[in-house]
């Protein structure tokens, strides 16, 4: 099939083009990354194999499927797949690897024609435009953009403008090691014409002396707090105010496999007023509040925070901390806890 060959033949010249030489195959980036969503569909993500869930994705084109992976998409598909240090190739190779598998089922549409395609290209083109990392400001969106899906939520704050990459802001907190925390003069917030900017100690020097994490600015804040390396002022105000910290775990069951989720609001309250989240986000009684994955990836519930002051969504085993009691057959008593 003429499609496909050129198909292939793009492909290859992509991997070719790509400057890593000891590359991860895409069944590996799949495996490693991809599947933990792509696998199950988890948040609306379209299923390994799946050839209903991809084919109207395919429709709009290889590129533009290369770019939601790359970039990311409003609807929760985090870009590279939260991985920001894959090399562009590995990632276009796990689409590759992807769309393989629902070959027979789909047509993978050869890239000019997917250009000139329908009414495709209107929507695009200004998407493309745009496609620039996103500030987290709530700005009025432009009408073309695509309407942002929202589960009907009574909080005020705000989850997703319709200006699409806005609720990918997570990925804020996904930069590569040499983005992480910048001198001040050179992160983008400070200005660098002021001469207190000059003074401020750096980042990874005030942070030598801290417990690391694997996200975010690498640094474990939790149990920063714990061991009493850093004393955040509670109220910016009142420099004596103490944090009403109250030890209250919540557990959420979670269907299917995925280890259920532990809510501790003590290590919340040590840092947050209760008003940080009730009513606004949580109505204040246990299993009152619909939360789903879907909802935390865009940015509500959970995801009002994580991913963009506190840990990324990336960390799944943070939330999903507690084992499954295994609803065993009739264990035999001596296997009794
Ligand atoms: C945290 C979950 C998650 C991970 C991890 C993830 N995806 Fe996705 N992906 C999604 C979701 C959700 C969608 C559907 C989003 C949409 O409809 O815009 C999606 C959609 C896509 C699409 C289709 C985009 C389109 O324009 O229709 C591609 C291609 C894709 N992902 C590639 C990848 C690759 C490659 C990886 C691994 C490097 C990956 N994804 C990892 C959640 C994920
Ligand atoms: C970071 C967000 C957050 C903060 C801050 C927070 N809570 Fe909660 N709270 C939750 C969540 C999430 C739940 C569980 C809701 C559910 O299961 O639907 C909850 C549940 C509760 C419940 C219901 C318990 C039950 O067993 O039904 C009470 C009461 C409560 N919170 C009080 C407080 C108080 C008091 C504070 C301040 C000291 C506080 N919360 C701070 C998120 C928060
Ligand atoms: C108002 C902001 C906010 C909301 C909403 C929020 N969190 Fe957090 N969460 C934080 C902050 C801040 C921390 C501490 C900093 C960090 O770990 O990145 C934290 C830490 C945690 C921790 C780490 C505890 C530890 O011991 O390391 C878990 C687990 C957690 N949150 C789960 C959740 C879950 C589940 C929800 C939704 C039910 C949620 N959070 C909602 C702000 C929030
Ligand atoms: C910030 C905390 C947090 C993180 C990080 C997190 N989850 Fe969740 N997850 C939740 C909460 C809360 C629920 C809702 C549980 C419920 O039904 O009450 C949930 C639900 C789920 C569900 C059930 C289906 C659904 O969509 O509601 C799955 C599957 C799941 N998470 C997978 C993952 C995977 C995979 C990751 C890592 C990529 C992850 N989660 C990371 C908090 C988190």
Not at 129 to 152: F, I, T
Not at 268 to 296: R, Y
């Amino acid at each position: 099939m003429k499609i496909s060959n050129k198909f292939v033949a793009a492909t290859v010249a992509l991997l070719l083009a790509a400057p890593v030489i000891a590359q991860q195959s895409g069944k590996d980036v799949y495996t490693k990354v991809c599947a933990t969503c792509h696998a199950t569909g988890l948040a609306g993500a379209p299923r390994y194999g799946n050839g209903a869930d991809w084919a109207p994705r395919v429709a709009t084109g290889l590129p533009a499927l290369y770019q939601s992976a790359l970039k990311g998409t409003p609807k929760g598909m985090p870009a590279k797949g939260g991985h920001l240090t894959l090399p562009d190739g590995e990632v276009k190779a796990a689409v590759d690897y992807m769309l393989a598998s629902v070959k027979g089922a789909v047509k993978v549409a050869e890239p000019k024609k997917a250009e000139e395609a329908k009414e495709a290209k209107e929507v695009k083109e200004p998407k493309k435009a745009e496609a620039k990392p996103a500030p987290v400001a709530a700005a009025p969106a432009p009408a073309a953009a695509p309407a942002p899906v929202r589960a009907a939520s009574p909080a005020p704050v705000a989850q997703t403008t319709a200006s699409g990459e806005d609720i990918n802001s997570f990925n804020r907190l996904l930069k590569p090691a040499s983005k992480r925390n910048l001198p001040p003069p050179e992160d983008g917030i400070h200005d660098p014409a002021n001469d207190g900017t000059h003074a401020l100690q750096p980042p990874l020097a005030a942070f030598a002396s801290l417990p690391k994490s694997m996200s975010g600015n690498r640094i474990n804040w939790v149990e920063a707090l714990g061991q009493k390396k850093i004393n955040p002022r509670y109220d910016r105000v009142d420099p004596k105010a103490e944090p009403i910290v109250m030890d209250l775990n919540i557990v959420r069951e979670v269907k299917g496999s995925m280890p259920d989720v532990v809510y501790p609001h003590k290590q919340h309250t040590e840092w947050l007023d209760c008003s940080n989240c009730h009513p606004a986000i949580f109505v204040p009684q246990k299993g009152a509040n619909q939360i789903s994955m879907a909802a935390i990836l865009l940015g509500e519930k959970c995801g009002v925070c994580h991913g963009k002051v506190a840990f990324p969504v990336s960390e799944c085993r943070n939330c999903h901390s507690k084992k499954k009691e295994m609803a065993r057959s009739p264990a035999p008593a001596a296997a009794a806890k």
